[in-house]
């Protein structure tokens, strides 16, 4: 497998990118009323602006310009409907080598994505899998929430069919993740209980909300219901009564899971920043019509990387993007963004003991 160690060097110099969040299409087969990037109108032009989706053969000058990848989140939209998913990651694998790479999923076409998978797989051996299923609600409240009728039935069934591939890929990890908004945080009890019936399931994670939404009471959450929430995913982690992740340096992951959550919860009670965010300098955004941007929740863009000859070396040392990384340098903005916590806790030499602590009580499984 791709060694992560080979990232240690930016933890002092944060010069270079180690983390992708690659949006690779603006089309969404469900209709969420408390997400932010969806397009449900299965056009193949982009929603916001009219611009046409990257090429692979554009994708791969894009890729061509970075340098090793720790993490490559691919997101959308509905990363699956991207129907050259599989070229896409493959040119990622080759030349930049990620550690992680990230498919999270509505799981609306089960046979389509376990087939996608698999091939990925199969070619990207060195790179730990990962293909996260979006449960909101159990049986109709997760069709209702997501206003898409049979939804949490097909999850289950691309669940079972995704379940096949962990006994012969050992680079695969299969897990859930649930948006917490002001619909389901009364009901996350049942969710987390059901989530642990799974037995192919490896890690359950939760998501806060977040984004610019045209409905924003989805956004009224009690902190405390979060607090209690994550607090049950913290024991069940320590006490062995729920899966961890199967790649090395799992309890590390885990540690860092239960760091992140408390930090989150503490920057929604205090409306603030709670550690140094390396938002724009370890991690990018970039978006399928090729805008970059520091992070998702900021709308000021670092500018498009067909303006630049397809170099995010050079766009992220631009002028434009001089400005909006002063604003994050000088804590103008916080967010509860969960993969950019990643970075921002690993990458922190002064949370470590912090880290140490929770890395010793998680018991070896």
Known sequence: MFSPLRHTGSILSKGQPVQLTFFVTSKCNARCPFCFYVDNTGKTENHKNGVAELSLAEIKKISASM?????LAFSGGEPYLRRDLVEISKVFYEQNSPVFMLFPTNGLMPDMIKDKTEQILKHCKKSVVTVKLSLDGLHGDHDALRDTPGNFAKT?????LLGELLDKYENFELGVNTVFCSENQDK??????????????KTHTISMVRGNLADTHYKEVDHEKYHHAINRLENNLKNQTSNIYRFRGARLKAAQDILQRRLIHQTLLDQQRQIPCYAGKLNLVLTESGEVYPCEILSTSFGNVRDY???????VHSEMARPVLNSINNNRCYCTHECYFITNILFNPRLYPTLAKEYVQIQSV
Do not use: S
């Open 309 to 315: 000859d397809y170099d995010m070396k050079e766009i």
């Open 156 to 160: 289950l069934c691309t669940y079972e």
């Open 67 to 71: 340098g090793k990848l720790l993490w």
């Open 188 to 201: 996350m009890d049942e969710i987390i209980d059901f989530v642990q019936t799974m037995a192919n399931v």
